[in-house]
């Protein structure tokens, strides 16, 4: 009896991305059976009021760390007060970070993560695999990931200097693969090499509060790395998705890039919509360390406003809570030494409130709009629309009765988290989710949360997603380069004698971190060979420059230089 | 200049040479920016001409420092330095008095050694009056005579009253300007060990020929080498062979201790105030991000403006090797493998390492509009940022990579490459004349088509350099000022004062005024000549310009007061160039860094201390495998971190005999004096 209950949801306002219509739902097995007026359903089904209210499809939250261990400290909340917690929000998937530690298998990670969540969460999930060290090696495991686990997208740091952060070269090596094997690269985007050096020089200052944190992670190395990893992915003609976008400028960065037709989606965050960073200065060490989270908050007040607004113009797509949470304690790890706190905010259940109240009640966004950037985009994006994401016959029945009217304060008292201190902490949102329907189950109604720990299932997802992959499809297909055919050069050619110490000319031949890639095919005509000293033959010219004086077709005019 | 200079503790450091001619004087000039004019310019003609010859000769000294180590190899560099430290030493409260003595120190030096310079008496008594000409400086322009002696600009103004026997030229109302400066040229850039075709007597003779009067060359060590041995060798083949005055920027090939030294050593005592940074040539000369924001925050302490070269190297090797794999190895791949976003993500990643560190950043050869736009936007936020587009990107497009002919399309080859983007030259037109890029180079570097033909069957080696140092001046005029888009005043900004400024050459440089050198141009605007590489100066058989058409050009070409170029002949005499040192903190580039370094004061927020629980870290081993970002970069001479103060490296295995006692960070403070603070209530 996995399967849900019947149900039958009547007199609601139906809401998805594309169109609103008053109807009724029937759900059956855990799935939506039937969608309109006067529907005929068996007796004894349970009958959900919606009167008034809206009936949208669940929540999905793209971004949650409810597992992944920072400086060996395990999150306070974990899938199962993480996804209850969503639950009460009106968020019915959650999609969770693997973090893969360092030289360890991406396999045995993934694993581990969906265990443990298949014990303890309450509501379906599906796993994002964050790659921390890339080499060449990782392609079997990233192939069977993508192809047998349904995992779709990887993320990658750009951050997190001699930890986590990959360099250009993997980066751009890493995406060429993701593209070919049809998986969204995600990135952490900030420039970890300037953020570590102004960590030192704080340090060195005496800053050591969490005041110092956003400083050392300015807006600009934000912006900048979210320039650069557009670049790459426009390099390597690869989906990209930029998570937590924190900055107006990184949203600009963005915005701009998809006027030019880069494939590329950005996340802003709960957080990041809701407050921002002034509170890194705030007395109270507990509540300033409550705030570290990277990249920050943007000390900028006008920042959520203006995130907002692009997220309602379609700028950036998806809304997510980044959701990692460390109690007082844990943070108070680092309470000498700001780059010790452990990062991480709350919001995964205040998300779409926060949305509802920020865009839709201020007239930014429209009810439709709501549901993309809460649900429908993610879904398409990560390849589970339209099972999730949408109100249809076949869809899971993942339904949420939200509540436009009511209004709710946040406070750490009474929110579902283990936290002790809730960033969000005495602001009041408007709207507010009824009634949360999770896999044909009523598992809120009346205030009352019912949930059941583990209950929630695994959604693996396709790569190749259409929204995404469409695009760069047709654009592998036009962006061969053709070389221009030409006679061969038959003029003299400079003969290069001091080849002894300064071999490599050649820009790549010494450093790729991956073994693999030194066999590239540049430069046929030399080897790694050498003989030190003088040599027999010292005296005859290397070949290169004599080889085709006469080539067999008779010569070339390739060298009238006029 | 000379009361923000005072502000440098580094000042009285300052070696003679190093003083600049103007700074000593009674009338001392201030700048107020690129477009405003600069006051007192021309209103005191009389001027303390011994006090100016005095800052000549001593700035001459360098020069004849190193003719001496020429000659003497016995005792190479001490001398000049020790004088000069001894002499800035001895210097006495009055600022005159302080010139004067130093006048007196370096004369009965340096007596001697002049009359062993042949050259040196001649120029010394050419005396030469311009009459009839317009002059233009980047201000304003107005009708006046010019009267040059001893290589200066003695008197501007009408009706001078000059000696008997003074040759007269007659400008005849044509326009009168400062001669250019090109700050981009590698007359001495080897390839695999092969020289430019170019070198500085062809190279300057060819800057001579179209209205340049001064080059600033890229000494350019291999990793490994000293900066300073290589600057010295870039110097002593420039005394020898140039025809211009020049001076010199060191590029920086990778990033350790030692260079630390020996740049201190060039700003300090060599008159060098700018560095070449690469972002590309990955494994060649290719930094990492923290290696740059060290070099840009090292640099910044000595006053030097950081050269950038621009492009993201990593992604240039991963799309060159996709290239060759395609079997693509002709000179289209250059441009394949250099897309234009790569360049303008490195240079907003230059920006933005130079906004973190607050530092005068200058772009080298901006190659395409994305980039441009990026300088553009960034400088409109108010950072520090100088772009330099350059001849071949203003006058041509990469279009002729595609060209049939290799060596045609080989020509062409350098980095940023050429956009193929035809929009492109006339783009970075429109940024120029409205000052969001400053200064136009050449990036002169001329190898031969043999030399190209190195990389016949593979791009990534055929040497890049293309040529442009000559037709520089012609092709701004050609295609901004002729087309309106500028007017002659930023034409010679942009041609000359700008580079001046940025460079600390200003006001000797880059400016005709009273006390200035005398390199100046006569310049026509309506003549017109076809480029073609039969006519050039250049030794390259090649010229990326072949069969352009260009409006405007000298009739006339004054170095050091010596008339080197009239009509269409040249007479420059090889080793007559002398080495210009230049001073740290140009103001053009640092009275705003300045500044925002007071402003910028970071402080942290003074809490009580957080006196609630901490949770109890198990002390994992501690995460030593070195980035990729460290692997991969040349040097490993890193400092280590400083975070995570509380964690040493030292650990010991196994269970230890106090593993029962909590970690003492945990309780320190439960009952700090002064009594509980209420740091935690969480309410």
Not at chain 1, 502 to 522: E, N, W
Not at chain 2, 144 to 157: M, N, S
Not at chain 2, 284 to 295: C, F, G, I
Not at chain 2, 317 to 326: D, H, V
Request: hydrophobic residues 35%.
């Amino acid at each position: 009896d996995h399967f849900g209950d019947r149900l039958i949801i009547k007199g609601g306002k139906i809401v998805n991305d594309d169109q609103s219509f008053y109807a009724d739902i029937y759900v059956e097995d855990g799935t939506i059976k039937q969608i309109g007026e006067n529907l005929i359903v068996p007796s004894g089904v349970k009958t959900v009021d919606a009167y008034g209210q809206l009936v949208i499809p669940g929540g999905i939250d793209a971004n949650t760390n409810l597992y992944s261990p920072q400086k060996g400290l395990n999150p306070a909340d974990d899938f199962y007060q993480g996804t209850r917690a969503a639950l009460s929000g009106g968020t019915t998937t959650i999609m969770d970070h693997v973090l893969v530690e360092p030289g360890t298998s991406l396999l045995t990670a993934f694993d581990q993560w969906k265990d443990a969540a298949e014990q303890r969460a309450c509501c379906d999930f599906s796993l994002h695999v964050d790659i921390t060290r890339w080499h060449e090696g990782l392609y079997e495991e990233l192939e069977t990931l993508i192809k047998d686990k349904g995992v779709n997208s990887f993320l990658f740091f750009m951050a997190y200097k001699d930890k986590y952060q990959s360099s250009d070269s993997q980066l751009y090596e890493a995406f060429s693969v993701l593209r070919d094997l049809g998986a969204i690269a995600q990135v952490h985007a900030e420039n970890g090499d300037i953020i570590d050096e102004e960590q030192k020089k704080l340090l060195c200052l005496g800053i050591t509060g969490p005041e110092g944190h956003v400083i050392s992670h300015s807006e600009e190395v934000e912006t900048e790395a979210v320039y650069r990893a557009i670049t790459i992915a426009k390099q390597s003609n690869c989906p990209l998705y930029v998570t937590k976008v924190m900055s107006k400028s990184a949203a600009d960065v963005i915005a701009k890039a998809r006027k030019k037709g880069m494939v590329v989606y950005g996340e802003p965050i709960t957080a990041g919509l809701a407050t921002d960073g002034s509170h890194y200065w705030s007395k109270d060490w507990a509540i300033a360390a409550a705030f570290v989270t990277s990249p920050p908050l943007n000390p900028d007040p006008s920042t959520p406003q203006y995130l907002t607004s692009l997220l309602a113009c379609g700028d950036l797509q998806v809304t997510s809570s980044a959701q990692a949470s460390f109690s007082t304690a844990q943070k108070a790890v680092g309470k000498d030494n700001f780059t010790l706190i452990p990062e991480g905010t709350n919001g995964i259940e205040e998300r779409m409130s926060v949305v509802w109240d920020r865009a839709v009640a201020t007239g930014m966004m429209d009810e439709n709009e709501f549901v993309a950037v809460t649900s429908t985009n993610a879904a398409k994006l990560f390849s589970m629309y339209p099972r999730k994401g949408r109100i249809a016959v076949g869809s899971d029945a993942d339904i949420v009765i939200w509540n436009p009217k009511e209004t709710r304060i946040i406070s750490a008292n009474t929110h579902n988290l283990n936290l002790e201190v809730n960033i969000f902490e005495g602001l009041e949102f408007r709207g507010v989710a009824s009634v949360v329907i999770s896999g044909g189950r009523v598992l809120l109604e009346d205030g009352k949360l019912n949930v059941t720990e583990g209950s929630g299932r695994f959604i693996p997802r396709k790569a190749f997603p259409d929204i995404v992959y469409k695009r760069i499809k047709a654009r592998s297909k036009m962006a061969e380069a053709h070389g221009v055919p030409r006679g061969n050069y038959d003029g003299p050619v400079h003969d290069v004698i001091s080849m002894t110490k300064s071999v490599p000319p050649t820009p790549t031949t010494r450093g790729p971190p991956c073994p693999k890639t030194l066999t590239g095919p540049r430069n046929l005509h030399q080897s790694g060979f050498t003989l030190a000293g003088a040599q027999i033959d010292d005296h005859i010219p290397r070949r290169s420059a004599q080889r085709i004086v006469a080539p067999p077709g008779g010569r070339s005019n390739i060298t009238s230089l006029s | 200049m000379s009361d923000c200079r005072r502000q440098w503790n580094r000042e009285d450091e300052l070696p003679v040479y190093l003083a600049g001619p103007i700074t000593t004087g009674p009338n001392q000039r201030k700048t107020y920016g690129m477009f405003s004019s600069v006051e007192g310019a021309f209103e005191s003609k009389t001027i303390d001409f011994e006090n100016y010859a005095v800052g000549r000769k001593g700035s001459r000294t360098p020069r004849s420092g190193s003719r001496e180590r020429l000659l003497d190899t016995g005792d190479p560099i001490s001398k000049t330095p020790s004088e000069a430290r001894e002499s800035s030493l001895n210097g006495s409260p009055g600022e005159r008095d302080e010139a004067r003595s130093r006048a007196e120190l370096s004369s009965t030096v340096r007596a001697p050694r002049n009359l062993t310079q042949p050259y040196g008496g001649g120029f010394i008594s050419e005396r030469l009056l311009i009459k009839g000409g317009r002059v233009v400086n980047d201000d304003q322009s107005f009708y006046a005579d010019v009267y040059i002696e001893d290589g200066l600009i003695k008197q501007v103004g009408e009706n001078l009253v000059v000696p008997g026997g003074v040759k007269v030229i007659e400008a005849n109302g044509r326009m009168v300007i400062p001669g250019g400066i090109d700050v981009n040229t590698c007359l001495m850039k080897s390839y695999l060990g092969t020289q430019p075709v170019d070198d500085f007597f062809q190279g300057t003779k060819a800057a001579l020929a179209g209205g340049t009067t001064m080059i600033i060359d890229h000494v350019a060590p291999q990793p490994g080498d000293s900066l300073l041995e290589a600057f010295e060798r870039w110097q002593e083949a420039a005394d020898k062979k140039a025809c211009c005055d020049y001076s010199l920027h060191v590029d920086i090939p990778q990033w350790n201790e030692n260079v630390k030294d020996e740049l201190e050593l060039l700003v300090q005592d060599k008159g060098i105030n700018s560095f070449q940074v690469y972002m590309a040539y990955k494994d060649v000369y290719q930094m990492t991000d923290s290696e740059l924001y060290e070099a840009f925050s090292f640099l910044k302490l000595l006053g030097a403006v950081v050269l950038v070269h621009a492009e993201n190297g990593d992604l240039i090797a991963q799309e060159q090797r996709k290239i060759l794999g395609m079997g693509i190895t002709g000179p289209e791949g250059h441009p394949l493998s250099r897309p234009e976003e790569v360049e303008a993500e490195a240079v907003f990643r230059a920006i933005t390492l130079g906004n973190r560190v607050n530092c005068p950043v200058y772009i080298t050869k901006v190659m395409s509009k994305s980039a441009a736009d990026t300088i553009t936007q960034a400088r409109r936020k108010g950072s520090v940022v100088f772009g330099e587009p350059i001849t071949a990107s203003l006058a041509t497009d990469g279009s002729h990579y595609w060209s049939k002919n290799w060596a045609k399309a080989a020509a062409y080859v350098t980095s940023p490459p050429l956009s193929p983007d035809q929009t492109t030259p006339d783009h970075l037109h429109t940024l120029l004349a409205c000052g969001d890029l400053q200064v136009v180079g050449s990036s002169h570097c001329a190898y031969s088509t043999s030399q190209k033909a190195i990389g016949k069957d593979d791009f990534t080696l055929i040497p890049e350099g293309i040529n442009g140092v000559e037709e520089r001046m012609g092709f701004v005029w050609d295609k901004a000022v002729a087309m309106g888009k500028m007017d002659e005043n930023q034409f010679v900004a942009v041609t000359s004062t700008n580079a001046a400024k940025i460079f600390n050459l200003y006001p000797r440089k880059g400016r005709i005024a009273v006390g200035s050198d005398a390199d100046i141009v006569i310049w026509d605007p309506d003549s017109v000549k076809t480029i073609t590489a039969k006519l050039q100066q250049s030794a390259a058989e090649y010229n990326i310009f072949e069969g352009l058409e260009s409006r405007g050009g000298p009739v006339l070409v004054l170095s050091q007061g010596q008339v080197v170029y009239e009509e269409g002949k040249l007479h420059a005499q090889q080793g007559t160039g002398r080495f210009i040192p230049r001073k740290p903190f140009p103001d053009y580039a640092y009275q705003r860094v300045k500044f925002r370094n007071q402003v910028k004061h970071k402080q942290g927020v003074t809490r009580g201390i957080y006196d609630g629980p901490v949770y109890d870290v198990a002390p994992i081993p501690k995460y030593i495998t070195p980035s990729p970002s460290a692997k991969t970069s040349p040097t490993s001479h890193q400092p280590p971190p400083i975070r995570n103060l509380h964690q040493s490296n030292f650990s010991l295995s196994g269970a230890q005999i106090d593993d029962n006692i909590p970690r003492r960070s945990g309780h320190r403070i439960v009952a700090p004096p002064g009594g509980r603070s209420n740091i935690t209530s969480l309410g």
